[in-house]
C-alpha cells in the first residue's frame, strides 16, 4: 500500500535535506518565472526524495526513471500552480511523483486488462479515442510545435526523453554524451519549452 499524499515528507526524511524548506519554495517561484539556474538546482536538491518514492511504488527501477522525468516535466510546467499557504515545496513536488507513480500502476494494470479482454473476445474492433487520449494528443503536437524552436541539441534530447521514452542515461548513451550533459540539455530544453508553450497565453492576456 502506498503512502498517503500528507505522508510523503515525514516518510522520506531519511535522506538528509540538501535544502531549507524557504531555499525551495522560492525555487519553485524563480521556475514559474522561468529561471532556468532555479530549476536545475531544484532538480538536485529533490530528485533524490522523488526518484526514491517512485521506486517504492513501481519497484521497478527503469520505470522509477521514466516517472522521474515525466515528475519534473510536470513541476515546470505547473510551477505556477504552486501554493506556498498550502503546504511545503518538497510535500507538493512528492505528491505530483506520488499522484504519478500511481497512474502508472493503475495505467500498467489497466493495459494488462485490456489486453486479456481483447483476447477473450478475439475482437479486432478499434477502441473509439478518449478525452483523455485526444488531449494528450494535442499536448503533444503542441511539444512537437515547440520543439522546432529549441536549438537542435536541446530539442534532439527533448525528443528522445519526452516523445521516443527514453531514460535519461539512454539519452546520453544514444548521443554519445556523459549522463551529466545530458541532464543539462533536458532541463535547459524543458525551461525553454516553457517559455515557449506559455507565451502564446500571456500575449492573449496582454
Known sequence: ???????????????????SPDALRDAILSVAAGDADSFAGLYDATSARVHG?????????????????????????????FDPARGSALAW???????RAVDRVRSSQSQSDRDVAYESRANTQEPD?????????LEAQRVRTALEQLSERQAEAIRLAYLDGLT???????????????KT?????????????????QRKEE
Open 1 to 19: 500500500m502506498t503512502p498517503p499524499p500528507e505522508d510523503l515528507a515525514s516518510e522520506d526524511a531519511k535522506i538528509p535535506a540538501p535544502a
Open 53 to 81: 518514492l517512485v521506486l517504492r511504488v513501481l519497484r521497478d527501477p527503469a520505470q522509477a526513471e521514466e516517472v522521474t522525468q515525466e515528475v519534473y516535466l510536470e513541476v515546470f510546467r505547473r510551477a505556477a500552480g
Open 93 to 99: 513536488i512528492l505528491t505530483l511523483a506520488h499522484r
Open 129 to 137: 479515442p478518449t478525452g483523455e487520449a485526444a488531449l494528450a494528443t
Open 168 to 182: 535519461q542515461t539512454q539519452v546520453a548513451d544514444r548521443l554519445g554524451i556523459p549522463l551529466g550533459t545530458a
Open 185 to 201: 540539455r533536458l532541463r535547459d530544453g524543458l525551461l525553454a519549452l516553457r517559455r515557449i508553450v506559455s507565451a502564446p497565453r
